[in-house]
């Protein structure tokens, strides 16, 4: 995600915006520090920025964070001189920073503006307060901006750069940008960059670094992102989040995960940004990387983060920031508590005015994940139906056929969003501003939705414009599991070995994925022994992939004991995990009265999971065997990481006491305070 380089700091904002510099019939003396002593003392003293007592205390009060008091102030104000542009002008302010009302406060500056054009003209005077008049072009163009108005954000700073100095350069290449009008954008960068004002080459660099990332121009992405993120070394003071977390994307577009790692670190390291989470992206790299424990702890720290930037920049992310925590609950075995995020993040779209990327892009994202996260669900509903009394069973086959429904619905509307060729076929270009940072174990999840062949004409699409070097390896796992879903099982088998040849070792999910599909390809073709030490790899790495995809893993059942034994070989044999197959993976069973064990061996004799049960009492040989199965689906089919139900909703701030962070008026628990959630 490329992000506009935010303000950093309180002070400067307004010094930037109170500062509309000279007219050119206007003559300024020291005004950025003369506004400053105005923000400072609240003194009417400025050229340019004359105001009754009442309303200059109403601005210092808003530029000084007492948001409630400037807005209550400048209400009283307006009701009692509904003329009062300044008044109008501090009600927009608050509305935007400080309540996140964007049209409210595009209502109120419009207002503003219009009064005070009524009064004194659209051109500065020697004797208009004119300063108020170009904080509201500014302003103007800001809130425009906010609310994705692209085009009249441009018109705003077309209006104040004819009237004013210095102008708005760099500030124009991002609305260009979102425009698509790439040429102007470059130009309107370069134009900042050859200033000599470090704020104007700061916006510029960053600009720049977005623009040739959306254009496509990794290579050229990267060179610029470095040099906006060097420069930004050079003056500590003002550097923040976004110079680090722009560069670890170019990274991660060149497939450097290393080095997007580093640079991330130093992002949660500096100055807090306005736009983007470094803790969210690196829960999204900890997730792709199978770093569990490490993923979950930076999950831990995104609400943190939010909650200390503006209130008119909270909502700017939600939306990946529940794409993050749904994969990782999607990965981790927990289905539950990713649909009831994912079932917000496809009503509840975020604002996107500051991101670079396609936002039909980003929900088709949460609806694959939606997706997947229903038919997890059902497979562990079936799971923990084997052993259970008929009608149990058939009550569970309706709710896992029910949610296989739903999952179906959520993979049309992903299907749909993706209906525009250049969209899917971008969508297989990992890491780049096409591909709207799907995570790369997540793609193969488009041949059941788009279609086997579909997907692999969009891959060879993908592939013969990709020219950067460690992507054609991503393109044969995409197309392994195509060629497998059509029944080609020797060309998924030869695909999916050359991915596994290439495919870097942090890509654990993907690269488990790959083996899964290498391991079914092998045992199709007949090749059982190189199918067994697939099976055995991808349990080493990402156990839940078996569950994911929907796959059994073939077992040869070893019985030791009497009546317990056999009844769990019997349940194991009718499990959606398993397939009795003489060729298969040892599952070893040694159970007795008193209790037992079902251990799933690899095939160099390493555990790959046990089931375990104590008989209890009233236990009939039945119920013992059944709780060793549902320890062994347990154990053997998940990842290792300490997850309590407490913790997951603790990730959302289900259990804060306050306002959730990600919660809004649309969503469905609003009223419980616990979240929602729970399993079947």
Same mark, same amino acid.
């Given at each position: 995600?490329?992000?506009?380089?935010?303000?950093?700091?309180?002070?400067?904002?307004?010094?930037?915006?109170?500062?509309?510099?000279?007219?050119?019939?206007?003559?300024?003396?020291?005004?950025?520090?003369?506004?400053?002593?105005?923000?400072?003392?609240?003194?009417?003293?400025?050229?340019?920025?004359?105001?009754?007592?009442?309303?200059?205390?109403?601005?210092?009060?808003?530029?000084?964070?007492?948001?409630?008091?400037?807005?209550?102030?400048?209400?009283?104000?307006?009701?009692?001189?509904?003329?009062?542009?300044?008044?109008?002008?501090?009600?927009?302010?608050?509305?935007?920073?400080?309540?996140?009302?964007?049209?409210?406060?595009?209502?109120?500056?419009?207002?503003?503006?219009?009064?005070?054009?009524?009064?004194?003209?659209?051109?500065?005077?020697?004797?208009?307060?004119?300063?108020?008049?170009?904080?509201?072009?500014?302003?103007?163009?800001?809130?425009?901006?906010?609310?994705?108005?692209?085009?009249?954000?441009?018109?705003?700073?077309?209006?104040?750069?004819?009237?004013?100095?210095?102008?708005?350069?760099?500030?124009?290449?991002?609305?260009?940008?979102?425009?698509?009008?790439?040429?102007?954008?470059?130009?309107?960068?370069?134009?900042?960059?050859?200033?000599?004002?470090?704020?104007?080459?700061?916006?510029?660099?960053?600009?720049?670094?977005?623009?040739?990332?959306?254009?496509?121009?990794?290579?050229?992405?990267?060179?610029?992102?470095?040099?906006?993120?060097?420069?930004?070394?050079?003056?500590?003071?003002?550097?923040?989040?976004?110079?680090?977390?722009?560069?670890?994307?170019?990274?991660?577009?060149?497939?450097?995960?290393?080095?997007?790692?580093?640079?991330?670190?130093?992002?949660?390291?500096?100055?807090?940004?306005?736009?983007?989470?470094?803790?969210?992206?690196?829960?999204?790299?900890?997730?792709?990387?199978?770093?569990?424990?490490?993923?979950?702890?930076?999950?831990?720290?995104?609400?943190?983060?939010?909650?200390?930037?503006?209130?008119?920049?909270?909502?700017?992310?939600?939306?990946?920031?529940?794409?993050?925590?749904?994969?990782?609950?999607?990965?981790?075995?927990?289905?539950?508590?990713?649909?009831?995020?994912?079932?917000?993040?496809?009503?509840?779209?975020?604002?996107?005015?500051?991101?670079?990327?396609?936002?039909?892009?980003?929900?088709?994202?949460? /609806?694959?994940?939606?997706? +997947? @996260? !229903?038919?997890? %669900?059902?497979?562990?509903? #079936?799971?923990?139906?084997? =052993? $259970?009394?008929?009608?149990?069973?058939?009550?569970?086959?309706?709710?896992?056929?029910?949610?296989?429904?739903?999952?179906?619905?959520?993979?049309?509307?992903?299907?749909?969003?993706?209906?525009?060729?250049?969209?899917?076929?971008?969508?297989?270009?990992?890491?780049?501003?096409?591909?709207?940072?799907?995570?790369?174990?997540?793609?193969?999840?488009?041949?059941?939705?788009?279609?086997?062949?579909?997907?692999?004409?969009?891959?060879?699409?993908?592939?013969?414009?990709?020219?950067?070097?460690?992507?054609?390896?991503?393109?044969?796992?995409?197309?392994?599991?195509?060629?497998?879903?059509?029944?080609?099982?020797?060309?998924?088998?030869?695909?999916?070995?050359?991915?596994?040849?290439?495919?870097?070792? /942090?890509?654990?999910?993907? +690269? @488990? !994925?790959?083996? %899964?599909?290498?391991?079914? #390809?092998?045992?199709?073709? =007949? $090749?059982?022994?190189?199918?067994?030490?697939?099976?055995?790899?991808?349990?080493?790495?990402?156990?839940?992939?078996?569950?994911?995809?929907?796959?059994?893993?073939?077992?040869?059942?070893?019985?030791?004991?009497?009546?317990?034994?056999?009844?769990?070989?019997?349940?194991?044999?009718?499990?959606?995990?398993?397939?009795?197959?003489?060729?298969?993976?040892?599952?070893?069973?040694?159970?007795?009265?008193?209790?037992?064990?079902?251990?799933?061996?690899?095939?160099?004799?390493?555990?790959?999971?046990?089931?375990?049960?104590?008989?209890?009492?009233?236990?009939?040989?039945?119920?013992?065997?059944?709780?060793?199965?549902?320890?062994?689906?347990?154990?053997?089919?998940?990842?290792?990481?300490?997850?309590?139900?407490?913790?997951?909703?603790?990730?959302?701030?289900?259990?804060?006491?306050?306002?959730?962070?990600?919660?809004?008026?649309?969503?469905?628990?609003?009223?419980?305070?616990?979240?929602?959630?729970?399993?079947?």
């Amino acid at each position: 995600m490329k992000y506009r380089r935010a303000h950093v700091h309180a002070l400067r904002v307004v010094a930037i915006a109170l500062c509309a510099a000279a007219a050119s019939t206007v003559a300024v003396v020291a005004a950025a520090a003369q506004d400053a002593q105005l923000s400072a003392l609240g003194e009417q003293r400025i050229p340019g920025l004359e105001a009754t007592p009442e309303e200059l205390e109403a601005w210092r009060l808003a530029d000084g964070g007492r948001q409630v008091k400037a807005r209550e102030l400048a209400e009283r104000i307006v009701r009692r001189h509904p003329s009062s542009y300044v008044g109008h002008f501090v009600l927009g302010y608050v509305q935007h920073y400080a309540e996140a009302n964007f049209p409210r406060a595009l209502y109120h500056l419009d207002i503003a503006l219009r009064l005070y054009e009524r009064r004194w003209g659209g051109t500065p005077s020697p004797v208009a307060p004119w300063r108020w008049h170009a904080r509201m072009l500014r302003e103007l163009a800001a809130a425009h901006g906010d609310l994705e108005h692209h085009s009249e954000k441009l018109g705003y700073i077309a209006r104040y750069n004819l009237l004013y100095d210095p102008k708005m350069l760099a500030e124009r290449a991002w609305p260009l940008m979102k425009l698509g009008r790439y040429r102007e954008a470059r130009a309107a960068a370069r134009s900042g960059i050859a200033t000599t004002d470090p704020w104007q080459r700061e916006v510029a660099l960053n600009a720049l670094c977005a623009i040739e990332f959306e254009a496509g121009n990794d290579g050229a992405s990267y060179v610029a992102c470095k040099r906006a993120m060097d420069e930004a070394r050079t003056q500590p003071d003002t550097m923040n989040a976004v110079d680090f977390t722009n560069f670890a994307e170019a990274s991660r577009s060149l497939f450097k995960l290393d080095e997007a790692e580093r640079i991330t670190l130093e992002a949660t390291r500096a100055q807090i940004a306005w736009y983007g989470n470094p803790w969210m992206e690196l829960a999204e790299l900890y997730t792709r990387e199978g770093r569990f424990a490490e993923a979950l702890n930076a999950l831990r720290e995104i609400p943190r983060y939010r909650m200390e930037r503006p209130p008119h920049v909270r909502d700017a992310d939600r939306n990946e920031t529940r794409r993050a925590l749904s994969a990782f609950f999607v990965v981790v075995g927990r289905p539950w508590d990713a649909i009831r995020i994912t079932a917000k993040a496809l009503v509840a779209p975020d604002r996107r005015a500051h991101n670079s990327r396609d936002p039909a892009q980003d929900l088709s994202i949460a /609806a694959l994940l939606d997706r +997947r @996260a !229903r038919l997890l %669900a059902a497979e562990m509903t #079936a799971e923990e139906a084997v =052993g $259970r009394p008929i009608h149990e069973r058939l009550w569970a086959d309706l709710r896992a056929g029910w949610l296989r429904v739903e999952a179906w619905q959520a993979g049309r509307q992903a299907a749909r969003l993706l209906a525009d060729d250049a969209r899917l076929v971008g969508m297989f270009r990992i890491g780049t501003a096409q591909s709207a940072v799907i995570p790369p174990w997540l793609a193969g999840e488009l041949v059941e939705v788009a279609g086997a062949g579909v997907v692999r004409e969009a891959v060879g699409r993908a592939r013969r414009r990709d020219r950067r070097a460690g992507a054609a390896a991503y393109y044969d796992a995409f197309d392994a599991e195509a060629a497998l879903a059509e029944g080609d099982s020797k060309r998924a088998y030869d695909l999916a070995t050359r991915a596994l040849a290439r495919l870097g070792r /942090a890509e654990v999910l993907l +690269r @488990a !994925r790959v083996e %899964a599909i290498a391991a079914a #390809a092998a045992s199709d073709l =007949g $090749r059982t022994e190189r199918a067994l030490v697939l099976y055995d790899t991808a349990f080493q790495s990402d156990p839940g992939i078996f569950r994911r995809l929907g796959l059994e893993v073939p077992v040869r059942i070893h019985v030791h004991g009497g009546e317990v034994a056999e009844e769990v070989a019997s349940f194991v044999a009718h499990s959606p995990r398993f397939d009795e197959d003489d060729q298969g993976l040892d599952l070893r069973i040694d159970a007795n009265g008193r209790g037992g064990r079902a251990c799933l061996v690899g095939v160099g004799g390493s555990i790959l999971g046990c089931g375990r049960a104590e008989a209890k009492r009233g236990d009939d040989a039945q119920e013992l065997a059944r709780r060793i199965v549902q320890d062994l689906h347990a154990t053997a089919f998940a990842p290792r990481v300490d997850l309590s139900q407490a913790d997951a909703n603790s990730l959302d701030g289900s259990n804060r006491i306050g306002r959730d962070p990600l919660r809004t008026l649309f969503d469905d628990d609003a009223a419980d305070p616990s979240g929602g959630g729970g399993g079947p």
